[in-house]
Each structure stands twice: as structure tokens, then as C-alpha cells.
């Protein structure tokens, strides 16, 4: 009898073992059928090869390149399944006018599943509208925007400016100007958005280790999305190798800091606090959920404002006379104080300045949709259901039928009417997204940058440290940080020496 169990058991392994492994195998074979990787066209085959490279720097400069030539200015990348599109009426197409048929779709849900989870980053439908109204309720009131305003101008004060000025002291030590400013938008968006001082949260590790697995993150689920099929990607995942099982345990160590800020802010109490955090806190209890809105609001606020101010000190350096309009303006708003909430909205060369800088180099260079059904753009390309369609204003801050033919030089006034900053349509400037998606957080963003500008060049002169002919090189992630840093020298400008220092 127990044999006769025995070899039911084992024919049972057996024929479980083999209805998997077809299934596998079918499964697979669908993917791979699904993903289109056999187009040889000229593009995917530049694509696949990555011979893009031999011409270009950056993949969204080929993109760029590839976007003006095209009469409609959009494209089809066929092993990818994606069009993409620097078509101005594509992008209110897409955004608002059928909003409804490009959501952010299963795809791209499950590309950044693991690290964003249900965060309003990577969700539709309920779960959006949810997350969208509370944040909206609480970045777009006066009082959290004037609380949000007083953690930036300390975070200035008291820790970027006294980090400048050290760095001034010694000339012979350059600085990475792009690690200070995620450093500090860091600290800044923890503070806005969690009430918390990272550096008072009882941590395991230092939190240069959380801030390192948040790039390899990034980093990591970005490249999922430029594989011709996601089929690597998953079978890695499932047997936890490579890429994969780095990402694995990047997303375990950042985990553990979200855990952290979630059981802080319970431990000190959240009902009376007007943190983003605690208003969450108040209807969730679900801490796998609280924890995806803590990740989703570290990312939007983090790399974001860093990689705008890096590229802007970037842009500055190589334009002296916009650095020189910007002091006279900060001087004759501010004077010698630092700049107040209501200066600062008076500051329009600044301003100016800031939208030129982004719209060279958006922190978020391109964005994917998905469509829901087959469905005509307003240029006229058709796009089949299941297609990824991502609009880019990295190409759109380059193209001559947006901005004219001077469109690659940085020329603050073009947003300027009587010395008066006036916006573009926000379609063609998407930098923010526009639509019913469009941030939350941009007003903050603007502030902050501003605050930060308007100190930082009036104390100090910011020398980037280029070599002959460089050409800034951006890393894989999903926002525009630069592969090798900002390296800068610092110098205390000789008029303010005898000035007291903002940070003392
Ligand atoms: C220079 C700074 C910033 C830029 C360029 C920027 C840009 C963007 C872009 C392009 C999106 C759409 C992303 C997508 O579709 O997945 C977005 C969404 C969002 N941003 Fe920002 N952002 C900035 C700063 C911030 C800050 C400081 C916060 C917050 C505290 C913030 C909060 C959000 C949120 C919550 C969304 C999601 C909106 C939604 O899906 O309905 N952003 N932002």
C-alpha cells in the first residue's frame, strides 16, 4: 500500500513538474511573440546594436535627432512597441482630450511594480483619483505652502550655504555639486512631506546606503522598460539573478527606511500634524500601501528638483551675463536678507531663467503611456491598442517648430514680455506633464529652486570643472541625473566677504 502511495506521489511530481515547464515554455513563447524584436528596420536595428552610440551621447539625443527629422514629429520604435511623439497636439491628445484611453497601463505598472508598488506614480483608475485629491489638498493650501517655504529657506540656511562655504575654504577639493542637491532635496522633501528629519530616524544603515539603493533602484527599473522584451527582465526576476536580484535587495533596504519613517511618525503622532504623511496615515492603515506613497513621494520631490538645479548651475556657468542679471535682480528684491516667499514670486529673469534651464534639460526627459484602444493621434499616426506612446520634452525643448531656429541656445528672455514671465502652453512644454496628470508638486519645485538659486549665486561663484569639449552624459534612471556627477569649485564672491553669512 505505502509503495503504491509512493509512486502516486511521484507520478504526481512528475506530471505537476510538466504541465509547468509547458506552460513556462508557452508563456515565454508569447512574450517573446508579443515583443516584435525581429524588426530589422534601420531605427531598431540602431536600437538593438546600440550603434545610435557611435553618433550620439544620449539616447534622448538620437531620440531628439530622430523627432525632427520625422514631418509629424513622432516616431514608431517597433521592437519596443512605442511611438513616440514631440507633437504638441499629440501631447494634449494624449493628456486631456482622451486621457481616458492612455492611462499608465499594466505594462508600465509592472516594470515599476516592485519599486513604486501602488504609488500614485504607478496607478490609475480609484487608487489615483484617491491619492491625487489628498496630495492636492495638501500642496496646493497656502498654509502648507508657506511651511513648506520656512524647511527650505533652513535647509538653505543652516545646511546647504554652510556646506558651500566649507567647500570654498578649500580650493584644492572640488565638489559634486549634484550629490549636495539631492542630499539636500532629500532632507527638504522628507521634512515637507513626512514631517521628519532623515537624519533623526532610527536607521540600521547610514543614510548614504538608503540614498545609493534609491539610485541602483531607479536605475535598475528604467532599464527594464529599454529591454526589446520583457521576458529577460521577468525570467531573471523569477530565478533572482543579475540585474534583478540587485534590484531585489536595493528595494529590500528601501523598504526598510519607508517602514522606518511610517513607525517615527506613528511613534511621535500624526493626528495633529498637517505632513502629507499623516493625512495619509489618518484613512490607511495598511502599512504595504503607506509604504508605496512614502516611495512615490521621496522619488517625485528628490530627483527631480536635483536634477533642475544641477543642470541649471551647469547652464549658468557657461553664461555669465544671465548669472550677472540674476544677482542684479536678487539684490535689488532682497538685498543683503535672504530672499522672502512673496521676493521670490517677484524674481521674473529668475524665473525665466529656471523654465529656459528646464526646457534644455527636463529632470524627467520623457513619459509612457499606454493605449487602452486603437486609437488615432492628432497628427494622424494610428496607434494600435497595447501601444506604449511616450511623449518627450527633451526632444521638445529642441525643436525648431516649437521654439524657432534658435531653440538650442539658452536665451532667458524668450520668456519674457516687458520683464514680465510669461508661460507657454503647457503642452508644449511638458516638463511638468500637463492635463489631468499634471505635478503637484510643481509650485513647491519652483520654490525651492528658486530659493536655492538665489542664495547660492549671490554668496558664491560655482565653477563647473570641464574638460575640453564635454558634453554632459546622463545615467539610466528615470529621471535626467548626470552619469558622472557635477563637478564644481566653489568661491565666497569677494563682495560679500565681510558680509554676514546667511548660514551664521
Ligand atoms: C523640478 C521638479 C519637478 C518636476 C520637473 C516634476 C515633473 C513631474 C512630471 C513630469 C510628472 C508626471 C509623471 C508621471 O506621469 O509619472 C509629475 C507628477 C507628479 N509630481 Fe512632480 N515634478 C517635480 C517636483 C515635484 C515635487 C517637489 C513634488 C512633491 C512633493 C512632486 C509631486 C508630484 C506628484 C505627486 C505627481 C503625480 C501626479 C499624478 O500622477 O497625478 N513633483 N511631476
Redesign the pocket.
Known amino acids: 500500500m505505502e509503495q503504491l502511495i509512493q509512486s502516486a506521489q511521484n507520478f504526481l511530481s512528475i506530471a505537476f513538474f510538466s504541465v509547468a515547464t509547458v506552460f513556462f515554455a508557452f508563456s515565454l513563447l508569447l512574450l517573446l511573440l508579443r515583443s516584435r524584436s525581429w524588426c530589422n528596420c534601420e531605427v531598431c536595428d540602431a536600437y538593438l546594436n546600440s550603434t545610435w552610440a557611435t553618433e550620439f551621447d544620449n539616447l534622448c539625443d538620437w531620440y531628439a535627432h530622430l523627432l525632427r527629422q520625422s514631418p509629424t514629429g513622432t516616431i514608431h520604435i517597433h521592437v519596443l512597441g512605442n511611438t513616440v511623439t514631440a507633437n504638441p497636439d499629440n501631447v494634449e491628445y494624449m493628456l486631456k482630450t482622451r486621457f481616458e484611453n492612455f492611462p499608465?497601463g499594466k505594462a508600465f505598472s509592472s516594470i515599476l511594480g516592485d519599486l513604486l508598488g501602488r504609488g500614485?506614480?504607478?496607478v490609475d483608475g480609484e487608487a489615483?483619483q484617491f491619492?491625487?485629491k489628498m496630495?492636492s489638498l495638501e500642496?496646493g493650501s497656502v498654509s502648507v505652502r508657506s511651511y513648506a517655504f520656512q524647511i527650505v529657506a533652513s535647509e538653505v540656511a543652516h545646511r546647504l550655504m554652510p556646506l558651500l562655504n566649507a567647500s570654498s575654504l578649500d580650493a584644492s577639493s572640488p565638489l559634486d555639486l549634484q550629490c549636495v542637491f539631492r542630499r539636500f532635496?532629500f532632507e527638504s522633501?522628507s521634512k515637507?512631506?513626512f514631517g521628519l528629519d532623515p537624519g533623526c530616524i532610527d536607521l540600521s544603515l547610514p543614510m548614504s546606503d538608503f540614498e545609493a539603493a534609491f539610485d541602483l533602484a531607479s536605475k535598475l527599473s528604467a532599464q527594464r522598460a529599454a529591454v526589446a522584451s520583457p521576458v529577460v527582465w521577468k525570467v531573471k526576476r523569477m530565478l533572482d539573478v543579475g540585474s534583478e536580484g540587485e534590484l531585489r535587495r536595493a528595494i529590500q533596504l528601501i523598504d526598510e527606511l519607508a517602514i522606518q519613517v511610517i513607525r517615527q511618525r506613528r511613534k511621535i503622532g500624526f493626528a495633529s500634524n498637517h505632513d502629507?504623511l499623516s493625512r495619509f496615515m489618518a484613512t490607511i492603515n495598511d502599512e504595504k500601501y503607506l509604504r508605496d506613497i512614502v516611495i512615490?513621494?521621496l522619488l517625485?520631490?528628490r530627483d527631480?528638483?536635483a536634477?533642475?538645479l544641477t543642470m541649471f548651475f551647469l547652464l549658468l556657468s557657461r553664461h555669465p551675463k544671465v548669472a550677472a542679471a540674476i544677482r542684479e535682480e536678487v539684490d535689488k528684491l532682497a538685498g543683503d536678507e535672504m530672499a522672502r516667499y512673496d521676493q521670490l514670486r517677484g524674481m521674473h529673469y529668475l524665473h525665466a531663467a529656471l523654465f529656459e534651464s528646464?526646457r534644455l534639460y527636463?529632470?524627467?526627459q520623457f513619459?509612457s503611456?499606454f493605449c487602452l484602444n486603437d486609437d488615432v493621434l492628432a497628427d494622424g499616426t494610428f496607434v494600435s491598442r497595447g501601444t506604449r506612446v511616450t511623449y518627450h520634452?527633451y526632444a521638445m525643448g529642441r525643436m525648431e517648430t516649437i521654439w524657432g531656429r534658435d531653440c538650442l541656445e539658452f536665451k532667458p528672455e524668450r520668456w519674457l514680455q516687458g520683464g514680465v514671465f510669461s508661460p507657454a502652453n503647457l503642452f508644449k512644454y511638458?516638463?511638468?506633464?500637463a492635463g489631468?496628470?499634471?505635478?503637484?508638486?510643481?509650485e513647491?519645485?519652483?520654490m525651492?529652486?528658486k530659493t536655492v538659486i538665489a542664495s547660492v549665486i549671490r554668496d558664491f561663484d560655482i565653477e563647473v570643472i570641464e574638460g575640453d569639449g564635454y558634453r554632459p552624459r546622463f545615467a539610466a534612471g528615470l529621471?535626467g541625473s548626470l552619469a558622472d556627477g557635477l563637478m564644481v569649485r566653489v568661491r565666497r564672491r569677494s563682495s560679500r566677504e565681510g558680509v554676514a553669512f546667511l548660514g551664521s
Open positions: 499608465k500614485i506614480f504607478n489615483w491619492q491625487r496630495a500642496l532635496a522633501i515637507i512631506s502629507l512615490s513621494f517625485a520631490g527631480t528638483v536634477s533642475g528646464m527636463p529632470p524627467v513619459d503611456k520634452p511638458p516638463v511638468f506633464q489631468l496628470r499634471v505635478c503637484i508638486g510643481k513647491m519645485a519652483i525651492e529652486m529621471t
